[in-house]
T-cell receptor
């Protein structure tokens, strides 16, 4: 069964600094991908970044990057030059295939990020 | 990007009544929709997967007779909480995708806050 673990319930960072959020997972699949989602106070889920497991290169999206360690089943998110708008809940997620052919997501418990001015 | 709406955004009802929540894909045809439940300060928990024109698939522990899901068209899925009780108070989020859609093509609605008095 797929599982996702986020061991940091809360994190804080100073504006303009860098912060890393941790995520570990377990899956029996050999080909998969992983996501980080952001949920700001509005509660709207926003896809931040995606990593495909077969790719050795870590994904990057502007100030967001991941450190993907496949053997260790680790998938951390680094936010550089943190901004006040980055304050949110961050969820790590792992998809797996349903019988209908679509993929459903398993989410970690989330990390609440506070950005201090 | 694709837009998913939910209606209502918040609802308050008396214990014992039924509440219907709508999830609409506004600019694409969603053959699959997912319904999640999120308690305060917790992660999203998948309740059920609904495919257009067929019965929903419920996750283990979710009462299908209590949480009725109908996905009668390619743009609309509804979740009806029957005989609601205070413990059903939660934030309900839907997401929509196309057939065989990858998880990163899941588009999330803004959520519905249900309060049962």
């Amino acid at each position: 069964a797929q599982t996702v673990t986020q061991s940091q319930p809360e994190m804080s960072v100073q504006e303009a600094e860098t912060v890393t959020l941790s995520c570990t997972y377990d899956t029996s699949e050999s080909d998969y991908y992983l996501f980080w989602y952001k949920q700001p106070p509005s509660r709207q889920m926003i896809l931040v970044i995606r990593q495909e497991a077969y790719k050795q290169q870590n994904a990057t999206e502007n100030r967001f990057s991941v450190n993907f360690q496949k053997a260790a089943k680790s998938f951390s998110l680094k936010i550089s030059d943190s901004q006040l708008g980055d304050a949110a809940m961050y969820f790590c997620a792992l998809p797996f295939l349903t019988q209908g052919g679509s993929e459903k997501l398993v989410f970690g418990k989330g990390t609440k990020l506070t950005v201090n001015p | 990007g694709a837009v998913v709406s939910q209606h209502p955004s918040r609802v308050i009802c008396k214990s014992g009544t039924s509440v219907k929540i709508e999830c609409r894909s506004l600019d694409f045809q969603a053959t699959t929709m997912f319904w999640y439940r999120q308690f305060p300060k917790q992660s999203l928990m998948l309740m059920a997967t609904s495919n257009e024109g067929s019965k929903a698939t419920y996750e283990q522990g979710v009462e299908k007779d209590k949480f009725l899901i109908n996905h009668a068209s390619l743009t609309l899925s509804t979740l009806t909480v029957t005989s609601a009780h205070p413990e059903d108070s939660s934030f309900y989020i839907c997401s929509a995708t196309v057939a065989g859609g990858r998880a990163d093509t899941q588009y999330f609605g803004p959520g519905t806050r249900l309060t049962v008095l």
